[in-house]
Structure formats: C-alpha cells, structure tokens
T-cell receptor
C-alpha cells in the first residue's frame, strides 16, 4: 500500500536557522510529488511539484528535492511568516498526503 | 482569474442528518477532487470528478457521494452523518485528467457533527 511519512512532526526554529523537512514515500509508480503549505484553518497552498529523481525546485527561501525514496524541503534563513504546516503528497492512483510537519519560526 | 471557492465556510449538523457542500473550481479547470482532513492529519482523498464523471475514489463508504456540473462546479453529499465525519472538507481543482496534475485547494468547509 502507498505510504507517505513526514518527519519531524513538529519543528521549532529561530529566525535565520536553516533546516530541512523530510517526506519518505513508498509507492508503486510515482506520478508526481507535491509540497503544500497550510496555515491554520485554511486550505493547502501549492508550493512545488516534482516528477523525477534528481529534480530540484526553488521558491524564495524554499527548495524541494526528490530522490527515489524521499523528498526534502529545505528552508534557508526562515522568517516568522514561514510558520505553517508543510504537507507532502504523492500521486499514484490517487493523491496520498502525509500528516505534515508543523513548523514554528521564532523571531 | 478566480480561485477555488467553497460554501458554506462552517456547518453544524446532528448525527443522522444529511449535508451538501459546494465547490466552484478555478477558472479553466475541469477536474475537482474532494478531501477530508481531520484535526492534526493530512487530507484524505474522497473522490475525484473529471468532466462530470467520477474518476477515482478513496476508501470512503457510499454515503459519501458527489456530483459535478457542466460548469465544473461540484457538490459533496454526506448521508447519515456520524460523529467521526466532523472534519475540514477540502475541494481542489486541476486542469486535465487524473490526479497528478497540480491541484489548487479552496479554503475548506468546517463540518461539526453533534
């Protein structure tokens, strides 16, 4: 069965302290891996789509990478406004989401 | 270009009742997917509609049903509500066929079943 596991569950950083979030997956045939940001009480906001191992995408302080078994979301010099839950999802026959990493960035 | 909209924003029902949630897809999108998100968890796929036909279904019972209209808006119907149905219901739209295309989410409908 397809599985998506995100770690850590929660992460607290000081402003400017870079770190990485992990998304490990097992899927029979990956058709895409997606990263979303979700603020409390709101719908997920699209960040990145990755399709093949070795692919990387960047947006402001965020960079997503993909291997055959996992994806990383690297956050460089985070700011308090980066505080949110970050979700990854894999597509095979349907979209399977992880439980998310709750990121808090303290000023 | 308008984004994905959902109505209502909040809803309170009692066990055994029925509920209908509505979603308007982003302009130009022909595919709508519905998700259930319990507190502290990731969204769970309920089903997807592509050009008015169901195009995939997750592990949800038949009392969860849906509809897509010619203008690609969609409804999610839940019959015989149970306490565990309390959740945030999310609608996402995309362009093209199946899941795999980037999906854009609406703000969600918060359902509370008492």
């Amino acid at each position: 069965e397809d599985q998506v596991t995100q770690s850590p569950e929660a992460l607290r950083l000081q402003e400017g302290e870079s770190s990485s979030l992990n998304c490990s997956y097992t899927v029979s045939g990956l058709r895409g891996l997606f990263w979303y940001r979700q603020d409390p009480g709101k719908g997920p906001e699209f960040l990145f789509t990755l399709y093949s191992a070795g692919e990387e995408k960047e947006k402001e302080r965020l960079k997503a990478t993909l291997t055959k078994k996992e994806s990383f979301l690297h956050i460089t010099a985070p700011k308090p406004e980066d505080s949110a839950t970050y979700l990854c999802a894999v597509h095979n026959n349907d979209m399977r989401f992880g439980a998310g990493t709750r990121l808090t960035v303290k000023p | 270009e308008t984004g994905v909209t959902q109505s209502p924003t909040h809803l309170i029902k009692t066990r055994g009742q029925q509920v209908t949630l509505r979603c308007s897809s982003q302009s130009g999108h022909n595919t709508v997917s519905w998700y259930q998100q319990a507190l502290g968890q990731g969204p769970q796929f309920i089903f997807q509609y592509y050009r008015e036909e169901e195009n995939g279904r997750g592990n949800f019972p038949p009392r969860f049903s849906g509809l897509q209209f010619p203008n690609y808006s969609s409804e999610l119907n839940v019959n015989a509500l149970e306490l565990d149905d309390s959740a945030l219901y999310l609608c996402a739209s995309s362009l093209g066929t199946p899941v795999g295309e980037t999906q854009y989410f609406g703000p969600g409908t918060r359902l509370l079943v008492l």
